[in-house]
């Protein structure tokens, strides 16, 4: 009896945290939206997506020539710059250009028209960001599992959940920045994908491919600083906020700094760790067609080619 009793306390006492952590503390004007709700459904997604990324997709596609999906990432690409540019222009045309405060914005929990916009541009971009779990789902299919590095995986993973966090308990606000900021190196990011698969004849448009990469370690530069106003200014956003946002982005900048320098070193350097191994001919070449160093070895994969992508003047392989 005693140890039923225990269980019954035990289980009433998980409703309470439950009941208090995804209803009450919940932002009641986004809690019911789709995927939102409940963790569940999303945490779910994202562990099948894990599975299928890391075990059954390599195991399923071992003995199975790499699918052509050169149309297919045309489309998806176009409709994320689409969504990019149309996240970009709510986050500016709604806030930040117009009522927002650049130092400290609190969250507008309204059922205004100008807060309700906010708040469903910030379910947009979570849903923007589950949309993009297809990034390493087309790596799976089409064998490209070099390109499926730590920083590619890490990033994929956590912004679903920060963005699910974001819409479920502050919808608008100081926060919504840096998802302006990413919104716009989208844009620029998902162009470079979308021409890249669309043929060799584009290779004189993809010259900028290192660029797509500082402007993501800038876009941290810029979230570290913008997050840490919070411990200057209040505003009556969450000061808390801080402890995820400002480690994080030093986390990033340092993943992302990382794949720049591997990726982009000076040749020199990447000589002397038996990284290069094409002539300085070579190495020219390839820097105008926006590869430096005119070669990436496997352990350096590229996290951002796709399918199409001209390297060192040829047509990468499918």
């Given amino acids: 009896m005693a140890d039923m009793a225990d269980m019954a306390l035990s289980n009433n006492s998980f409703s309470k945290t439950y009941h208090r952590l995804f209803v009450e503390l919940a932002d009641p004007r986004t809690n019911d939206w789709f995927l939102i709700k409940s963790p569940g459904p999303g945490l779910a997604i994202l562990g099948l997506y894990l599975y299928f990324t890391l075990k059954w997709g390599p195991r399923y596609m071992a003995d199975k020539k790499p699918f052509q999906l050169q149309k297919t990432l045309v489309v998806y690409n176009f409709i994320q710059v689409f969504v990019s540019i149309w996240l970009f222009y709510e986050g500016l045309d709604a806030g930040w250009l117009r009522t927002y405060s650049w130092k400290c914005q609190p ?9 309700m916009r906010v708040a469903r ?7 923007a960001k589950m949309s993009e ?4 789902i087309f790596f799976v299919i089409r064998k490209k599992n070099k390109q499926i590095t730590f920083l590619h995986m890490y990033h994929h993973t956590v912004m679903p959940m920060i963005s699910w966090g974001a819409t479920k308990y502050y919808p608008g606000g100081h926060g919504t920045l840096i998802g302006v900021i990413n919104s716009f190196v989208h844009i620029i990011m998902y162009t470079y994908y979308m021409l890249s698969a669309m043929g060799p004849q584009y290779q004189k448009f993809l010259f900028w491919k290192r660029h797509i990469t500082t402007l993501q370690m800038l876009q941290f530069c810029i979230a570290f600083i913008h997050s840490s106003q919070l ?9 808390w906020t801080v402890v995820f946002t400002l480690p994080n982005s030093i986390f990033f900048y340092y993943l992302f700094y990382d794949f720049y320098y591997k990726a982009y070193g000076k040749p020199s350097d990447r000589k002397a760790k038996g990284e290069v191994k094409n002539s300085s001919c070579n190495e020219e070449h390839s820097q105008k067609n926006g590869v430096a ?3 990436i070895t496997d352990k350096n994969y590229s996290a951002f080619e796709r399918n199409g992508e001209v390297r060192n003047g040829n047509k990468k392989e499918n």
């Fill in 107 to 115: 969250v507008d929990f309204s059922r205004s028209p100008e807060a």
């Fill in 231 to 239: 411990l200057i200014y209040d505003c009556g956003y969450p000061r």
């Fill in 133 to 136: 779990l297809l990034d390493t």
């Fill in 121 to 127: 541009g910030v379910y947009v971009y979570f849903l």
């Fill in 293 to 295: 160093n005119g070669h």
